[in-house]
């Protein structure tokens, strides 16, 4: 046998025992079966017939329901203690996003517009009446401004506070360092391109990723986390969240929030409580966003900065964000409640 032969077949033996490793290790840390729905769960369908997990709790008798809106990759826990907080004063929803969760994956492309029609069936068929509190964390953020967008009308008669939570309303490759290329390979569709080939691939590549992985930890250390946001066991519970939706759910969405641009929509929420809470250090929708957001909603906001949080700041930062959301409820509680504050918490 020749020399560059047999260099060809123990690559390729190589390479098929590489790839039955990975297999075995994809399949030993693959996500186990969500537990059964919790207390209080609802299903709903919205009008493309997509079925949405919802849950329902807190105080049946109050006058104001808070929707609690998760962000990518997430599912209705990344809320468990917000929910925990607000459960004696408000009556409370929270629900999985489609291609999340417990509602239904189809791994097709979707839009900002797409989730605010969610959040408008949601709106609609579990708080039919009363004033609507929508609280948001990222990609929940830019569905709240999504509904102010596409849905001015219920916005505007049922939505009497907002919370926007490590969000953005657009322009987020602004001053990034990727911004050029990101633009050069947008104007060329190849992000499109890329987007699609990713779809195509994933259900291959999903029975060859590992998780809970040593270099996923560090990046989600990184990227997810700040400095002062060090508890093992949320960072833990966070890489397993963010790892636990298939790779089809990140290629039908990620492209359209880079896209976003709701900047318009933020002219929909001066005329009620606002609070827009970051995290200091968050590296995905850095503080200045936020800063920008409430200086265009103006008096009606306040702006809440964390220092040392990152992105996850309702999970590492329960206190501080529990606190601003109580606030905000304050404030909606009282009609033509006064000026906005900027506050830094220590």
Same mark, same amino acid.
């Given at each position: 046998m020749s020399g560059p032969t047999r260099g060809r077949r123990t690559a390729l033996l190589l390479g098929l025992?590489?790839?039955?490793?990975?297999?075995?290790?994809?399949?030993?840390?693959?996500?186990?079966p969500l537990p059964p729905p919790p207390a209080g769960s609802h299903t709903l369908t919205t009008a493309d017939g997509t079925r949405l997990h919802a849950q329902v709790g807190g105080r049946?008798?109050?006058?104001?329901?808070?929707?609690?809106? =998760? !962000?990518?990759?997430?599912? #209705?826990?990344?809320?468990?203690?917000?929910?925990?907080?607000? $459960? *004696?004063? /408000?009556?409370? %929803?929270?629900?999985?996003?489609?291609? =999340? !969760?417990?509602?239904?994956? #189809?791994?097709?492309?979707?839009?900002?517009?797409?989730?605010? $029609? *969610?959040? /408008?069936?949601? %709106?609609?068929?579990?708080?039919?009446?009363?004033?609507?509190?929508?609280?948001?964390?990222?990609?929940?953020?830019m569905t709240t401004l999504g509904l102010a967008a596409f849905h001015p009308d219920?916005?505007?008669?049922?939505?009497?506070?907002?919370?926007?939570?490590?969000?953005?309303a657009g322009h987020f490759i602004e001053g990034h360092r990727w911004e050029n290329l990101f633009r050069w390979a947008s104007r060329r569709h190849l992000l499109a391109a890329h987007l699609l080939g990713i779809r195509?691939?994933?259900?291959?590549?999903?029975?060859?990723?590992?998780?809970?992985?040593?270099v996923m930890r560090r990046a989600t250390r990184k990227v997810i986390f700040g400095s002062d946001d060090v508890d093992p066991a949320t960072l833990t519970m966070t890489q397993a969240l963010l790892e636990e939706p298939p790779l089809a759910t990140l290629a039908s969405l990620h492209g359209s929030l880079l896209r976003?641009?709701?900047?318009?929509?933020?002219?929909?929420?001066?005329?009620?409580?606002?609070?827009?809470i970051t995290g200091g250090e968050d590296k995905l929708t850095r503080?200045?966003?936020?800063?920008?957001?409430a200086a265009d909603i103006g008096p009606t906001a306040e702006l809440v900065?964390?220092?040392?949080?990152?992105?996850?700041?309702?999970?590492?930062?329960?206190?501080?964000?529990?606190?601003?959301?109580?606030?905000?409820?304050?404030?909606v509680d009282v009609v033509g409640a006064g000026t906005a504050r900027t506050s830094r918490l220590a």
């Open positions: 025992a590489w790839t039955a490793n990975q297999v075995r290790w994809a399949r030993h840390t693959r996500p186990e049946a008798d109050a006058t104001t329901t808070v929707v609690l809106i =998760h !962000g990518f990759l997430a599912r #209705t826990l990344e809320f468990d203690m917000q929910w925990n907080s607000l $459960g *004696d004063r /408000a009556r409370l %929803i929270r629900y999985d996003h489609r291609n =999340h !969760g417990r509602s239904d994956h #189809t791994g097709d492309p979707i839009t900002v517009e797409t989730l605010a $029609g *969610d959040l /408008a069936a949601v %709106i609609t068929e579990l708080a039919p009446s009363g004033k609507v509190v929508l609280v948001g964390h990222s990609m929940g953020g219920l916005f505007a008669e049922r939505v009497a506070g907002v919370a926007l939570l490590a969000t953005g195509l691939v994933a259900p291959v590549l999903e029975q060859l990723r590992p998780r809970r992985t040593h976003n641009d709701a900047l318009e929509a933020l002219a929909m929420l001066r005329t009620v409580p606002v609070a827009v503080p200045e966003h936020s800063a920008r957001m900065t964390i220092p040392g949080a990152g992105h996850v700041l309702n999970q590492t930062r329960p206190v501080e964000v529990n606190a601003a959301l109580h606030r905000l409820l304050d404030r």
